[in-house]
């Protein structure tokens, strides 16, 4: 098993930082669809961030994969609160944003949260 861990800063950017920093990570190690889904959510996860803990630029955002054989586990982590895991509420459809938590529930194969010094999601995919 390797671990690949990145950082990089909230405000605005978290979410395309996030994006690019699972291609430099993963991109080699994952399916296209795998990378894509990884990317997607690593993405949701850091506006969830910027938007609920308010991570500005000044701020700290980090990301741990860990990809065995089959799968790939994912944290990332924040300085907020955090929330507690469940099943995301449903958001409303007439208002942008909301779906971050219902797309992390459906794509990945299992998550949830972890408190330390940090607050950190964490997700599971299968690699193919």
Known sequence: MSIRRRRFCGGAGAPMHARRAVRETLGGALSRRALGDVELLVSELATNSVRHAGCGEQDELGIEAAVDDDRV??????????????????????????????LLDRLADAWGVQRGERFCVWFELARS
Do not use: I, N
């Not at 955090?82 to 944003?97: H, I, L, N, T, W």
């Open 73 to 102: 586990r994912v944290r990332l982590c924040d300085g907020g609160y955090g929330f507690e895991a469940g099943a995301p509420e449903k958001p409303d459809v007439a208002q942008a944003g909301g779906f971050g938590l219902v």
